[in-house]
């Protein structure tokens, strides 16, 4: 019940973290035992509690993490569906000249547009581009290589062709890659992995996708994953971290 009463209000607000961290202690408390004012056995470590089934622990939720998460979704639908009501007022307000993803908090922001603003970096780092015909996405900036967590080319910059289009790397005619231009270009790492993304000659634009699931749609369960997984490798020290990397 705890972890699913704030859900409502996750979806749409940040909540304060040291909010979160008092309900998560009250349920340590709880699952410690029932006596209010005696000492409890900590049958399991918060960390362990917070840990999925599958790593050994009971499945609760991170709560911050859960609310990120949430928001995350939000911002996603506002990429999509972005003739909605509340996605066209809040582009006109905070955003009206460039997308959701570049915009700025901004000077007295509402507190729905802070708690968003919080968010969109975990759909940042877990999304990339689905090339098209390339004519949007910069060859050296751009997310469009399937390679996390970066998504962009490890190969050093040619000044002579900083804005190159992904566009220039495409045979129009028949739409495949054109190997010697790529080859030339890039290291082998970075070669192989570009000819080997799929094209389409009836493609007509570039899409953003979210990488951690195999529809390609954000859902709350994928971010909620790769939200705790960037925290886990972001903590110095963590044994989890290390894991994960190997």
């Known amino acids: 019940?705890?972890?699913?009463?704030?859900?409502?209000?996750?979806?749409?607000?940040?909540?304060?973290?040291?909010?979160?961290?008092s309900i998560q202690s009250s349920i340590c408390n709880y699952w410690w035992g029932h006596d209010n004012g005696k000492r409890k056995v900590h049958w399991l470590s918060t960390t362990k509690l917070r840990k999925t089934k599958f790593q050994g622990?009971?499945?609760?939720?991170?709560l911050e993490a859960f609310n990120l998460a949430v928001l995350?979704?939000?911002?996603?639908r506002l990429l999509h569906a972005n003739q909605s009501l509340v996605s066209r007022l809040l582009k006109a307000k905070y955003y009206p000249n460039c997308g959701i993803l570049d915009a700025k908090l901004g000077p007295k922001p509402s507190f729905t547009w802070r708690s968003l603003y919080q968010a969109w970096w975990g759909v940042e780092k877990g999304s990339r581009w689905i090339v098209g015909d390339g004519w949007s996405l910069n060859t050296w900036e751009s997310k469009?290589?399937?390679?996390?967590?970066?998504?962009?080319?490890?190969?050093?910059?040619?000044?002579?062709?900083?804005?190159?289009?992904?566009?220039?790397?495409?045979?129009?005619?028949?739409g495949e890659w054109l190997s010697s231009v790529v080859t030339s270009l890039f290291l082998l790492v970075d070669a192989e992995v570009i000819?080997?993304?799929p094209l389409c000659s009836s493609w007509h634009w570039d899409s953003l996708t979210w990488h951690?699931?195999?529809?390609?749609?954000?859902?709350?369960?994928?971010?909620?994953?790769?939200?705790?997984?960037?925290?886990?490798?972001?903590?110095?020290?963590?044994?989890?971290?290390?894991?994960?990397g190997f």
């Open 144 to 174: 469009w290589v399937p390679r996390p967590d970066s998504f962009k080319v490890l190969s050093p910059v040619k000044p002579e062709v900083h804005f190159l289009r992904v566009a220039d790397l495409i045979n129009k005619n028949n």
């Open 195 to 197: 000819m080997n993304i």
């Open 57 to 62: 622990g009971l499945g609760f939720r991170d």
């Open 1 to 21: 019940m705890a972890q699913a009463v704030p859900t409502y209000a996750m979806s749409i607000f940040k909540l304060p973290s040291n909010f979160t961290h």
């Open 212 to 244: 951690y699931s195999s529809l390609g749609e954000l859902t709350i369960k994928s971010a909620y994953r790769h939200i705790i997984n960037f925290k886990e490798q972001a903590t110095p020290g963590s044994s989890t971290a290390l894991t994960n």
């Open 72 to 76: 995350a979704k939000q911002v996603w």
